[in-house]
């Protein structure tokens, strides 16, 4: 499996402040939010008059935010087809050989350099000293050899950068591994990198030459650290400029995905940039490719083509005192409209769906997007949830088509049929189709657990389970409990069900690990229905 972000700068927003989703044109909200799905024909997807088994914690309505069918990251020539490719690459294999020997080569010469150029340089803080930046001119010369290594004798470019006084910050589009490569020999600008590439062999040591800005996206006191940074350097004219690729990882270049806020907190003008690479045969973008045969196959081209476009710089409204949100918006419309490619709600996140549906041998992984920023926007959902709400969905056995039928359902949530287990699923099954895809089984699923009442819920479910005040949940307090909302269900049923919260399998769940699997399966607290209803005043005062 290839890593798609390995050299992917960016910043995520502040989990503090909503998503927003960047769009061409500028609906009104509640045609952006407009469901596609609908219950019994109905214009949308409600739940009025429904018997709802969520009610008791105040579910009112419920609906799935409409998708689009394109896949931001889909390499499309993802295996070699045709006579022309395979004669092309057999002719070109002894070619191969020469510029991998020119890639080892350069990459050996850049990386002594840079060596060189940070020994005993311990103030990092502070820019470069100018001797140690004309060091690094020697790798900044190499990498455009690498890039000749690869296909790319040369590479058209239309406009020009604007100064650094004019524009601190550039953003671009984020197609190949090649980008960075480009903008380092270009530009040599400091960079916002994933905290990961720092120990990368070679890459890592030149990165931290370019005094990169680390971010770890998934924490929120990096995050700040980074827009702090961002701020400072960008500020200052002694550093050089700062580049973003505010898309947050690689895509294919027919679409323009969510854009990160951290480029434009500071409120600095922003000089866009766009990177084309034109193909017939060989698509060059990332994908879910391996590195190593993306390399192979760029070696073995004649020539890879490459354009790069600079467009006008794009300053803040009232003296960069603009919002965010909505310099971000003109900034990604510039962009896909230089591009001519559509914006979608996908983000960083639906790649690690992605990637996980792939690694699950899934047979038509893009069934996993659900274009992640949208979802994070209405159901305030983390990316890291919605990868552990896919890992469940997929222990249903997902059908071909990406869908899950009823008794796959009960199967994954360890229920048995029954009249709640039928209203459970209708919540989901929005289209009464008989079966759910993953993104209606991840909204529901979210919508439930942010629910005000869903917190206080599962901690007073656990109170009524533990009877025996011991702090724990034995397997005959969890039947009592339970048997109102599943009579018929039988001890063999309640055993494989309470496995799932006993997860280490001592025969005693805590109070941390009941509410933890309620988490991860939100749709569960119904089971505890019939108690939590008993004591409704109670659950609103908890």
């Known amino acids: 499996m290839s890593d798609p972000d390995l050299y992917s700068p960016l910043l995520t927003s502040d989990p503090q402040s909503p998503t927003h989703i960047i769009t061409i044109q500028h609906p009104d909200p509640e045609q952006l939010y407009s469901p596609s799905l609908h219950r019994d024909g109905a214009d949308s997807a409600s739940h009025s008059g429904f018997d ?18 394109v896949n931001p990251f889909k390499n499309h020539t993802e295996r070699i ?26 990459l050996s010469v850049g990386y002594v350099a840079t060596k060189l150029a940070l020994s005993g340089w311990k103030d990092r803080h502070n820019p470069m ?3 140690r930046s004309r060091v690094m001119l020697i790798t900044r010369f190499c990498s455009r050899f690498i890039l000749f290594s690869f296909g790319y004798h040369w590479i058209k470019r239309k406009g020009r950068p604007a100064p650094r006084t004019v524009a601190p910050i550039i953003v671009s589009n984020h197609v190949s591994y090649i980008d960075p490569i ?16 720092d120990s990368m062999p070679f890459v890592g040591t030149i990165i931290r030459a370019m005094q990169v800005i680390y971010v770890n996206r998934f924490s929120p006191s990096s995050r700040k650290h980074a827009v702090n940074e961002i701020k400072r350097k960008g500020g200052c004219d002694r550093f050089p400029r700062v580049l973003l690729f505010p898309e947050g990882t690689t895509t294919n270049g027919r679409a323009i995905i969510s854009f990160q806020l951290g480029a434009f907190i500071p409120g600095y003008p922003i000089q866009p940039v766009v990177v084309r690479y034109p193909h017939v045969h060989f698509d060059q973008s990332w994908g879910l490719i391996s590195l190593g045969k993306l390399m192979f196959r760029m070696f ?13 710089v794009i300053y803040p409204h009232e003296n960069h005192k603009e919002h965010a949100v909505r310099f971000a918006e003109k900034t990604s419309h510039a962009i896909a409209s230089a591009l001519n490619v559509v ?13 996980k549906a792939s690694q699950s041998n899934q047979n038509n992984p893009s069934n996993y997007l659900v274009e992640m920023a949208q979802v994070e926007s209405v159901f305030h959902i983390s990316t890291l949830e919605a990868v552990e709400f896919l890992e469940k969905f997929l222990s ?3 059908d071909p088509s990406g869908r899950v039928h009823f008794d796959s359902f009960l199967n994954g949530l360890k229920l048995r049929p029954c009249a709640l287990s039928k209203k459970i699923f209708k919540f989901i099954d929005l289209e009464n189709n008989g079966f759910i895809n993953f993104k209606q089984f991840l909204c529901g699923s979210a919508h439930v657990m942010n629910l005000p009442l869903f917190r206080q819920a599962c901690e007073l479910a656990f109170a009524e389970c533990d009877t025996s005040r011991s702090n724990s949940v034995s397997l005959q307090d969890f039947q009592e409990l339970i048997r109102p909302a599943i009579p018929d269900m039988s001890d063999e049923e309640i055993s494989d069900l309470f496995d799932l919260f006993d997860a280490d399998g001592n025969g005693k769940v805590s109070k941390d690990a009941f509410i933890l699997c309620l988490r991860k399966n939100p749709l569960l607290i119904s089971i505890f229905s019939p108690c939590l209803l008993s004591n409704k005043d109670l659950l609103e005062r908890w």
């Open 300 to 312: 073995t081209q004649f020539h890879n083509f490459m354009e790069v476009e600079y467009l006008p």
């Open 396 to 398: 249903m056995n997902p």
């Open 343 to 355: 914006q979608t709600g996908h983000s960083y996140g639906d790649l690690l769906l992605l990637m």
């Open 81 to 106: 087809e045709g006579v022309y490719e395979w004669v092309k690459i057999v002719i070109c294999l002894p070619i191969a050989l020469i510029r991998l020997v020119l890639f080892v080569s350069c």
């Open 182 to 197: 480009f903008y380092f020999y270009e530009l040599c600008p400091t960079i916002v990198a994933s905290e990961s590439h």
């Open 129 to 131: 000293p100018r001797w």
């Open 52 to 69: 709802n088994p969520f009610g008791f914690l105040g579910s009112g309505d419920f609906c799935v935010p409409g998708s689009t069918t």
